[in-house]
């Protein structure tokens, strides 16, 4: 008996330079389009090994090259057929028509982006589509990354801001007018942006040559930076000294001199997205060290904090560590401020970013590594981390400009503070938080700080 349910995989032949463009200023044309090539194989595969448990046609619409040098590239054992359509909707549309045409009874469309996608989820979508109800497989930058339907649903993909955070809810909204009954599964990862790769590095499997692997006794410090050059000299000049050490510079788009400044220094410059979280992820998804330390870029680490650093992680019952927080700055009241923090993070082990946090690197990807928030990133990291073992605090601290607290006022600053954390832990959103953030911020200073990333 013919199948009667069919699996549509959008994929585009590896070509640098056509391929993971926006991986190309991470990774390079040819490095990101081996990526995307890797990500194809890996889709193929997983499909396959689905099709031998539930009969199903496997389909690939392709776009760049040709049949015969996909078939070449990924071997045989699926129909190669070319897309059509100006938009991805338009693509998808013309695939799935096809298929009912031919007398498919399900269609599932998947693309090549998401690693973690298994069996199971495909075995989940085709068990939820019947009549009027459809498959969703959201994603956590906000697309999705399988749509599954019994009926070409052309209406589904009209009106959507194709790769944007609002492509998930878009689709949703479009079903729900349509009179259609959504079945989401689980929330998985795409790889699209520099940040997602750490997904891959948490794979582990076949990306020899194409990032980075673990070197044992290798630490890398990350920094994160937007328009950092007038700070991050003193932190750079200090770290060119050390073996044993790689320096990352996570650059959110600075439009001054941080990665002219950071190069010279000999420090590895990471493009990346803006966004504290994202960037840390970033650099982290390049790095090769087995410890990863991530630093401001105007902090001062205390001296030896390499050995520091490792005594601590040699405990097996610590998890990860932060130094003690000084603010570079007389005032007595930060002298409040940096107490405060201290007995926090001692006896809360809820260390902030500017305390220079340290994991190993095989606990920081099993982690999922920062969310890729534009606040709360720091707090909500070592919430996760406590769950597996101990945040030590250093005896020794590390200096921290106290710009922050100058520009707005050491109670403003504290205050402010404060407020997003417990509106963090109420449930506001960290997108909110930011905007209230900035707003706030703005209209209490003249000179509206920066946060690094």
Known sequence: MPATDCI???????????????????????????????????????MQRFQKTQPCELR???????????????????SCLPQFGESLGDRIVHAVNAAFQEGMRRVVVIGTDCPALTELHMQQAFDSLVPNVIALGPACDGGYYLVGMS??????????????????QQTVANAKRAGLTVRALPVLSDIDHPEDLIQCRKANDGMVGILPSISPSLLSVIIPTLNEESMIGPLLEDLKRLDSIEVIVADGGSVDRTREVATAA??????????RGRQMNAG????????????????ILPEEFYKTVRDILSDP???GGAFRLSLKDNQRLLRLVEFGANLRSRWFQLPYGDQAIFVRAATFFQMDGFRNWPLMEDYDFCQRLRSQGRIQLASQAIQVSARRWKQMGIIRTTLINQLCVAGFRLGVSPETLHRLYVRTRKSMSRTSPQRPG
């Open 8 to 46: 549509i995989i959008m994929a585009r032949y590896p070509s640098a330079g056509t391929a993971k463009t926006r991986l190309i200023p991470a990774l390079g044309a040819v490095k990101a389009a081996a990526l995307h090539e890797h990500l194809v194989r890996h889709t193929l595969q997983t």
């Open 60 to 78: 690939v619409h392709f776009a760049g090259g040709d049949a015969a040098s996909m078939h070449s590239l990924f071997g045989p054992g699926f």
């Open 151 to 168: 009926a070409c649903r052309p209406e589904l993909f009209s009106d959507i801001s194709w790769g944007t955070d609002c492509v998930y």
């Open 266 to 275: 000999g420090a590895t410059v990471v493009m990346c997205n803006k966004g």
């Open 284 to 299: 982290a998804a390049m790095a090769s060290g087995d410890v990863f330390l991530f630093v401001h870029a105007d902090a």
């Open 317 to 319: 019952g610590n998890a």
